[in-house]
């Protein structure tokens, strides 16, 4: 049988289970995800696994707040350094850059750099997990290809007892994803929208010309 409980209710369980290895079912601010322990790469392919995954796709990472980025040798280059001050918690995930002592085990390699997708998502339980056992791991609750579930009942439903908890909330996610940005000083406001989500273009544009 399916464990869902009210987040309030079970946020002990659910860091209890991240720190040992596992998976869990987490409500975010845009829509139902998968979280585990982001500097645990067992647990991290796990997580694939679950989702059917192609590992070529890199994981976001779920953060306390912008300022603990610097607390796992990340950093927000400009101007999404601004962008995260303006829409964070919210729904944007830019594109850090990560220094050698970066622990994160979703810290991606490309051309001699590290770069992590965070997230600091407008979700207050979600936060206060991660500030209790470190950053998440974090991605839609759905076999990939499939549509993303919208509640940890359809959750529960695609991936049954292979999650030990699903964490439910009364909190309405935005049904959409969060907007994923990356610096680009060369591009129009010296950034690139990789993902349009929750976060329209428009807005993003609008904030920075007024810089």
Same mark, same amino acid.
Request: include cysteine; proline fraction near 8%; hydrophobic fraction near 40%.
């Given at each position: 049988?399916?464990?869902?409980?009210?987040?309030?209710?079970?946020?002990?369980e659910?860091?209890?289970?991240?720190?040992?290895g596992?998976?869990?079912?987490?409500?975010?601010?845009?829509?139902?995800?998968?979280a585990?322990?982001?500097?645990?790469?067992?647990?991290?392919?796990r997580?694939?696994?679950?989702?059917?995954?192609?590992?070529?796709?890199?994981? #976001? @990472? *779920?953060?306390?707040?912008v300022?603990? $980025?610097?607390d796992?040798?990340?950093? /927000?280059?400009? %101007? =999404?350094d601004?962008?995260?001050?303006?829409?964070?918690?919210?729904?944007?995930?830019?594109?850090?850059?990560?220094?050698?002592?970066?622990?994160?085990?979703?810290?991606?390699?490309?051309?001699?750099?590290?770069? #992590? @997708? *965070?997230?600091?998502?407008?979700?207050? $339980?979600?936060?206060?997990?991660?500030l /209790?056992?470190? %950053? =998440?791991?974090?991605?839609?609750?759905?076999?990939?290809s499939f549509?993303?579930?919208?509640?940890?009942?359809e959750?529960?439903?695609?991936?049954?007892?292979?999650?030990?908890?699903?964490?439910?909330?009364?909190?309405?996610?935005?049904?959409?994803p969060?907007?994923?940005?990356?610096?680009?000083?060369?591009?129009?406001?010296?950034?690139?929208i990789?993902?349009?989500?929750?976060?329209?273009?428009?807005e993003?544009?609008?904030?920075l010309?007024?810089?």
């Amino acid at each position: 049988m399916t464990n869902i409980k009210r987040f309030e209710n079970c946020l002990e369980e659910a860091a209890d289970l991240v720190k040992r290895g596992e998976v869990i079912g987490v409500p975010t601010d845009t829509v139902y995800g998968l979280a585990c322990d982001a500097s645990n790469a067992e647990a991290i392919s796990r997580l694939y696994a679950l989702k059917r995954r192609p590992r070529s796709k890199p994981l #976001q @990472a *779920v953060f306390p707040s912008v300022s603990s $980025l610097k607390d796992f040798d990340l950093f /927000l280059p400009y %101007p =999404l350094d601004l962008l995260a001050e303006k829409f964070l918690p919210g729904g944007i995930c830019p594109i850090a850059l990560a220094g050698e002592g970066c622990p994160l085990a979703t810290a991606e390699k490309s051309g001699g750099e590290k770069s #992590q @997708a *965070v997230r600091v998502p407008n979700a207050p $339980l979600l936060l206060k997990l991660s500030l /209790l056992c470190g %950053p =998440l791991a974090c991605s839609s609750a759905n076999i990939s290809s499939f549509p993303t579930s919208e509640s940890a009942e359809e959750a529960a439903s695609a991936f049954k007892e292979a999650v030990p908890l699903y964490a439910s909330s009364s909190q309405k996610p935005a049904r959409i994803p969060s907007t994923v940005i990356r610096s680009l000083p060369s591009a129009k406001g010296g950034i690139e929208i990789l993902r349009e989500g929750e976060v329209s273009s428009e807005e993003i544009y609008r904030f920075l010309s007024k810089r």
